[in-house]
């Protein structure tokens, strides 16, 4: 119950963020919301949760204002900060234990700068395609001689 109404008030502060445009409402709303949500999974998942979310919820922030406010420098360090917080979330699943952690970690830190070549609508520039490419290889790599 203590979850549901953490997240019903995080959802509040982020109305609030909605018709305000005030960053703090934002960030505890996000925080609160994703609070609850680690307090209704459970001490399983919670405890994977609970550390990868000190990354995907400043990333969700940063994600949130660059699309709202169009600041592209928030657009790379929001999706690094979220893919470095997926991949301490799904590292301990059986299936990802085939992939040694350096390869797994290149593997996931090639994705945002794919998706920020992407989403920056070349604002960014080419660089980011060519660290990704970086990081896949990396990846292949690690995971063939590992």
């Known amino acids: 119950m203590l979850g549901l109404i953490i997240i019903l008030c995080g959802l509040a502060l982020l109305l609030v963020y909605k018709m305000k445009r005030k960053t703090m409402p934002l960030i505890l709303g996000v925080y609160m919301a994703y609070l609850g949500v680690v307090i209704l999974a459970g001490n399983g998942l919670a405890n994977s949760l609970f550390i990868s979310m000190f990354f995907i919820v400043p990333g969700i922030i940063f994600m949130v204002l ?8 928030l657009l790379l360090p929001g999706m ?21 952690t350096v390869s ?26 060519v660290v990704g490419w970086g990081l ?10 590992l």
């Open 66 to 73: 660059f699309f709202d406010k169009n600041k592209y420098k």
């Open 136 to 145: 896949i290889v990396v990846g292949i790599v690690t995971a063939i001689l």
């Open 104 to 129: 797994l970690l290149a593997l996931f830190m090639a994705m945002p700068f794919f998706a920020a070549h992407c989403l920056s609508r070349g604002y960014i520039g080419k660089w980011v395609t």
């Open 80 to 100: 690094v900060l979220i893919c470095f917080g997926l991949f301490l979330l799904v590292r301990g699943l059986p299936i990802i234990s085939l992939l040694s």
